[in-house]
């Protein structure tokens, strides 16, 4: 007897992939399956002014033009683009209008990299903070430069009618320091006892950026800040409920720590806690908490750029970390190096060195679970499904002189940042987001989607399987009772060129389907009827 599961679905997109590639493609799709996450990625190319928003077939569907260079690039829930440029930030609407910019360069110095909106429409800038000569001197430290730049986390709030905004609460890196090389200057002490503050000479002064932050993230639940520590190797946490006079000190605020450091990781050298061997991160980015409804949720996604360094090989991975941190907010510290010892999860490509951006680059957790990953230097963007098999991947089309032939050897097409949207993200709501062909020229591959409308679907809870697996000459597939519909089998490379094309008919239980002459290697086998689709991976080993 049949077995049936019913399911109360909303409408959602069944994304089936036929591809035709050339063996000069060299940007663009290159490959989409039914188990990437359907929605609309936003594309900002380090190099160029434009921001993209393309669908997953890498469609462009609208776009927005700056007159500054892509930097962090967030998709506000008004169909608003607010991005990082000219030393502060500025948002440009739907429209492509800009209606609002702000520089902190004269008033506190040049904000760069990340930017945060928070629940009250603020914006948590990064901003350099230019310290003297004389002032590292006196913090215990030397350096021949005329001055070295520290960093600060200011909050502004913008002001949309008028124009600017107002300074509202400020972090300086430069109020929590340490040293123990000389008891006659400030803030002597024991690094070793003292996790909360930073150590001014774990690094040399021979460079002006110091400590090169490169990230910011905002966690509402527990009102505190995340930044990412790129020169450290470690990302650092700090209160935001304190006041800004408090954030100066060591005390106030609802962790009673003041501006101190409620949390560090990737890095227990940096404290005095660890050796080389105890190192995570490596000149990190983008280290963000995962979402409260996402799968993780709570924990630290980020991209760990120089993951090889202590292998002597040139790969990164991606990595989340599980903070010891109880529901109040407090971290856990009895003494030595903040934990875990080591990542929840990392991924890995599979040949290592095949995976690697020394610079710049992203990574997202979307809702399903899959993660979406910006290989920046190259300006690969790749998603990889629950187990780690990539789902989606595009290489950016655009330069530093705009959108590129296709089969063009690329150069200069680096990604800074690249995030995901749902189809259902409020931005989108009452806006008509119709494809207007590829970013690249001369492509001639075809993507498909295929939208089927299903209220209350009977999916069959037995589906046919596939055998053998792995497979040298052929796989069949069986279903242990007659089809009462055809079922559509599509087998597809990595690359997302379809190989083999066959029906099952209806009233059918099994169908032998030759895979001879297929190269070794992983497979994507899209099984589909008028009803459901799903995908399988097989692999053919000879």
Known sequence: MLIMKKLCLFNFLLVILSVSTYAQQTVGLFLNTLESFDGYT?????????????????????????????????LLENGTLLK?????????????????????????????????????????????????????????????????????????????????????????????????????????????????????????????????????????????????????????????STTTNEAAGSTGGIYGRGGDLLYRWGNPQAYDQGTATDQKLFL??????????FPDAGKILLFNNEAGTLQGQDYSTVNIVDLPVDVDGFYANTGGAFGPTDFDWTYQAPTATDFYSRSISGVQRLENGNTLICEGVGGRLFEIDTDETVVWEYVNPVNDLGPIAQGTVVQNNNVFR????????????????????????????????????????????????????????????????????????KIFNTSGQLLIDKILPKGSTEHEIDVSELNNGFYFVVISSYSEAWTEKIIVSK
């Open 284 to 293: 990190q980015h983008n280290t963000d908490w995962i979402p409260g409804s």
């Open 42 to 74: 936003l594309l900002a190319p380090k190099d160029s002014k434009v921001q993209y928003l393309i669908n997953n077939c890498g469609e462009k569907v609208h776009s927005w033009t700056s007159q500054f260079d892509s930097g962090s690039s967030y």
């Open 84 to 240: 990082t440029g000219g030393g502060g930030a500025e948002m440009i609407d739907w429209d492509n209008n800009v209606i609002w910019n702000h520089s902190v360069m004269q008033s506190h110095g040049r904000a760069h990299h990340d930017i945060e909106i928070l629940p009250n429409g603020n914006i948590l800038l990064i901003v350099r903070d230019e310290i003297l000569q004389a002032e590292v001197v006196q913090a215990g430290s030397t350096t021949t430069n005329a001055f070295i730049d520290s960093e600060q986390i200011i909050e502004i709030q913008p002001d949309l009618i008028n124009g600017g905004a107002t300074v509202v609460w400020e972090w300086k890196a430069w109020d929590h320091l340490i040293q123990d090389t000389d008891p006659s200057k400030d803030d002597y002490g024991i690094i070793s006892q003292s996790p909360e503050r930073i150590d001014i000479n774990f690094l040399n002064h021979n460079a002006t950026d110091w400590l090169h932050v490169n990230g910011v993230d905002y966690n509402e639940e527990f009102d505190q800040i995340i930044i990412s520590v790129h020169n450290f190797s470690e990302f650092w946490i700090i209160d935001h």
């Open 418 to 489: 690249c995030l995901r949207y749902a189809p259902n993200y409020p931005a989108f709501d009452g806006r008509t987001l119709t494809p207007q062909g590829y970013i690249e020229t001369g492509s001639t591959f075809s993507c498909d989607l295929f939208t089927v409308g299903i209220s209350s679907v009977e999916l069959i809870a037995n589906r046919p399987t596939l055998h053998p697996n792995p497979a040298k000459d052929f796989i069949r597939v069986n279903s242990i009772i007659k089809l009462t519909e055809d079922l559509f089998i």
